[in-house]
């Protein structure tokens, strides 16, 4: 095999290692290759925070 050949199939492999490697934390995170009967993102809001959401939807209604 020609050595260029050989180096762009190494660099295309590493490129694609780290695009995929990049990428799964999200999806594990998220619940996709885990065993959660419930999938998506775990997120905590307390009161404060949904006033603040609530509050902002009212003065966007205005």
Do not use: C, H, W
């Not at 419930?38 to 009161?47: N, R």
């Amino acid at each position: 095999m020609d050595r260029t050949l050989l180096i762009v199939i190494i660099l295309v492999a590493i490129f694609t290692s780290f695009l995929i490697g990049y990428s799964i934390p999200p999806y594990i995170q998220a619940g996709v290759f885990s065993g959660r009967k419930e999938k998506g993102v775990e997120s905590q809001i307390d009161k404060k925070m949904e006033q603040y959401y609530k509050d902002l939807l009212k003065d966007s209604n205005k």
